[in-house]
Structure formats: C-alpha cells, structure tokens
C-alpha cells in the first residue's frame, strides 16, 4: 500500500464534497426518522431508530458507490491512472491503496452514523446491538468499496459500473431470501422438476460468490440488542474480510493482466 | 436561421398545447383517488424482498400504513368501513416479522378495537389472544378478554381468555389477573365454579398475595358468593368481624 496514494484519494474525496454530501445525507435520513418517529402513536424512539439506522445504510451505500465509481473512472479518463503507474507503485499497491482510502471513507462514515444513533438514542439502544451493528456496518462498507473498485477497473462506463455495483448489494441484501426460497421449493420426479434441481444447484454456486449481507447490521439489533447467536463478531470479520480479499485479489488480477 | 413562417408554427402548437392542457386539468381538477379499503397483504417473503432483507424497518413500515390506513386525501375513514379481514391478515405479518413489538397490539388493541361491529371485533381478539398469551405480553391477553366481555358480548369467549391469563407463562402480573375468570363466571350466574375457583385462588395464593388482595377475595367469596359458602370456615371470621 502507498500511503500518498491513500492520502491522494481521500483529499480527493474531500474535493469532490463527498463528505459534505454524505453528511448531507445523514441529516436527511436522521430528519425522516424523527419527523416519522414522532407520529408513531407508541414506541416512537425504536421506530425513529430503526428508521434511522436503516435509511443511513442505504444513503451511506449508495453515496460510497457513486462516489467510488465516479472517482476511479475519473482516475482512468483524465490518465492519472498512467501517471500513477508510472510512478514506482506496484499494481497490487496500487489497488490495495485504492480500496484501503475508500475503506476508510466507509469507516469514518459508519462511525458517523453510531456516533449520532448514540447521540441521539444512546440511553435507549442496546449498546451491544449498537456496537454489533457499527462494526458489521464498518465491514459491509469496506466490502462495497472493494466491489465498487473491482467493477470500476473492470468496466469502463461509469453509469454502468454504479448500477452493477447497486445490484451486486440489493443481490447479497437479497440472497438469504433467495436461498429460503429454493431451500424451500417442492421437488418431485418429473423432468420439470430435475431441471429445477439443476437450477438450483447453479444458484447454490451463484451464491458462494455472494456475501450475506443480510445477516448483518441488522436494524432489529439496535432495539432489542443482538439476541441471534449465530451472527456475532467473528462471523462479521471473517466473512468481510474474506468476501472483501476475493475482491481485491480479482481487481488486483484484472488489473495484472490490462495493457497500458 | 428560422423563418417566420416556423416561428408561428411552433408559436401556434405552443398555444394549443396550452390549450388542451387546461382541457385535461379542468376534466381532472375535481376528481381524488378512491380508497378502496384496506389493500390485501403481501406475503413475508415480499416483506423482505422490498426491504432487502431489513424486516424491522418493514415492521416498522407496516406499522405506520395501518396506523394510517383509511386517512387520506384530508378525508377519516369510519371504523365500520375497514375490511378487518383484511386488517387482521395484515396483523397476523406483523406479528411473524416481529413477534416481540407493541406496536401493531396496541393498533388492533386501542384503535381498531373500537369498532362496534361483533364480527370485525373476532379479528382483533383472535389476533391479540395469540400475541397476548406470550411472556411479558399478558396485557394483550386482558385487553382480549375486554373487548370479548364489554364490547362483543361473548363471555363465553371471555371466560377462555380469561381461563389463558390464569395459566398465563408470565408470573410477574397483576394479581387480579388471577381472578377474572372467577369474576366473569359469577357475573353470568355460574356461582358455583366462581365460588370454588375463587376458593383455589385463595388457597393458592394465601402465602404470596398481598393481604389486601386475600381479603379482598374473601370479602367476594362470604358476600357475593354467601349461597355457596354459608358452611364455609373461611367466612367466619368475615362474619364475625365488627
């Protein structure tokens, strides 16, 4: 990693007002939830958290993409991506720097986001689930980051590298449900059926390729704390960490393999 | 360059365009959406699916569309005109999003409890009987059995709502919670198994109840209940008091 790389991308995120505008996006989000919390005729603090929690995920997600993609495309079509690389900065470093600043981006963002849960909220919520939900939060972004990087390197239009990207997240937001369904679809005998069979087990190797980001950041967490055993911290790091690797590695292999 | 010519042209379709468009908003101007009453619920695969995965904010949600359900266009829909079939559908999705919130209970409870029709009133009451019979949710369970004995008239119904609340999984309640299948029965003239309930209770609950609570169900038993317990040694010193 190259630490004026790193420095280089984030003072361009500052720049662009990536960070105002993200701001700008917490305050609307944190808005709603109060305006519509406080018309809840009971439990008006868990509906505005969960509001809340929920609305600042998605704009976060969001935000980081557009941001990401726009900034790494910009990186290629003004050249500066020739003028890096041509600086002794390895293409490993290069992307390991890359993701590593837009990492950072999303902590500093799902920081933020608890900071103002806990401030607004801190003597209701479930410091456990808060705690919980920050992290698994913190690695869900830096997990976007690396995919918005790969797709940034690997396609070349920005608009469609955003949408791909926004569909890869709705896709593991979704998976779990979509893997309860097939877990849950009637076999029989017939030919129809055996296809079926065979669909499903595509679908079983599509979502290897998947991260569950449905199991994490649970907004359910913020009320009631975090009362599913089965997600907890190790889960959260070790299946981050690896989904966001595989990105880095892929981005670091596509980019091993681009002519200049 | 434009001729004239072009200029008026465009000038003219400017101006019938205008035209039809205040043809098209007086046509419109005076027509407002229709309700038309409470939508059907989606499956909880639905649920999730549009909250990607998020079902406490689609709780959430749901929540806030049946609290205002039926208020739209600056127009009050009237009880009597909900379909509570279909609000009952929709508290039963709640309920599998979230088992543990209040929030739906206390709709269906409070507000969509107040309707006067007999046979609406059975969807909120099945629907609060189950939410009500798990821990630390035995209100539900009272505000069932209300609604079943005040509003639908039904004791019978109230009796085994009441008889759910006596065996009820959650020992921290209110003692009279104890006793109101006791009570409902006396009140429908079954005397007899109000008197030997009550007697159970007593006899149970001599020990942890707060002696206010004892006397009073001694004081129901020798007095409202006198035709059963006249041969009772539990009465005598009710009897025997100055």
């Known amino acids: ?260 | 360059m434009f001729t004239k010519h072009t200029v008026f042209i465009f000038q003219t379709a400017l101006i019938l365009l205008f035209a039809v468009n205040i043809a098209v908003w007086s046509y419109a101007r005076d027509k407002q959406a229709v309700w038309l009453n409470v939508p059907p619920p989606p499956t909880y695969e639905t649920i999730k699916s549009i909250t990607l995965g998020d079902t406490q904010f689609g709780y959430r949600t749901i929540g806030y569309m049946l609290q205002n359900v039926g208020d739209f266009g600056g127009k009050n829909t009237s009880l009597r005109d909900y379909d509570y079939e279909a609000l009952g559908k929709w508290f039963w999705l709640s309920d599998k999003i979230d088992p543990q919130a209040h929030y739906v209970p206390f709709l269906a409870a409070y507000y969509f409890g107040a309707s006067r029709d007999k046979d609406d009133l059975s969807y909120i009451i099945d629907y609060l009987v189950e939410v009500g019979q798990r821990p630390g949710r035995w209100r539900w369970l009272v505000q069932a059995f209300y609604i079943a004995l005040r509003k639908q008239e039904d004791p019978d119904r109230a009796i085994e709502i009441a008889e759910l609340l006596e065996n009820h999984i959650d020992p921290r309640r209110p003692e009279w919670s104890y006793r109101l299948r006791a009570l409902t029965l006396s009140k429908i003239g079954e005397k007899e198994t109000a008197y030997i309930l009550m007697r159970q209770l007593v006899q149970k609950g001599y020990k942890t109840m707060h002696p206010n609570e004892i006397n009073y169900m001694i004081g129901y038993i020798c007095k409202d209940l006198a035709e059963f317990s006249k041969d009772d040694p539990l009465c005598n010193r009710y009897r025997n008091r100055p």
């Open chain 1, 1 to 260: 990693m190259n630490r004026a790389l790193i420095k280089f991308v984030l003072i361009s995120a500052v720049r662009d007002k990536i960070i105002l505008s993200l701001l700008f996006m917490i305050a609307f989000s944190v808005s709603t939830s109060l305006f519509l919390g406080s018309s809840a005729i009971i439990e008006s603090d868990k509906f505005a958290v969960v509001y809340a929690g929920s609305l600042m995920r998605v704009a976060g997600v969001l935000g980081l993409i557009l941001f990401t993609t726009f900034s790494i495309r910009r990186l290629f079509d003004s050249k500066e991506v020739d003028f890096i690389l041509a600086c002794p900065i390895s293409r490993p470093a290069f992307v390991g720097s890359v993701v590593t600043a837009y990492g950072i981006i999303g902590t500093l963002l799902a920081g933020l986001m608890v900071l103002v849960l806990y401030g607004l909220y801190g003597d209701r919520l479930f410091l456990d689930g808060l705690t919980l939900w920050g992290v698994s939060l913190v690695m869900e972004y830096i997990l976007i980051a690396a995919a918005t990087v790969f797709f940034g390197l690997y396609i070349s239009s920005a608009a469609s590298c955003a949408l791909i990207t926004i569909a890869f997240y709705v896709l593991a937001r979704l998976i779990g449900q979509f893997l309860d369904i097939a877990d849950n679809t009637p076999m029989g005998h017939g030919i129809k059926d055996t296809v079926m069979h065979y669909m499903l087990m595509i679908f079983d190797g599509v979502s290897l390729f998947i991260p569950r980001l449905d199991l994490i950041a649970q907004s359910s967490w913020l009320i009631y704390g975090v009362t599913d055993s089965v997600i907890g911290y190790v889960y959260v790091f070790i299946h981050g960490g690896v989904f966001a690797l595989i990105l880095v590695v892929a981005a670091i292999v596509d980019l091993l393999r681009r002519q200049f």
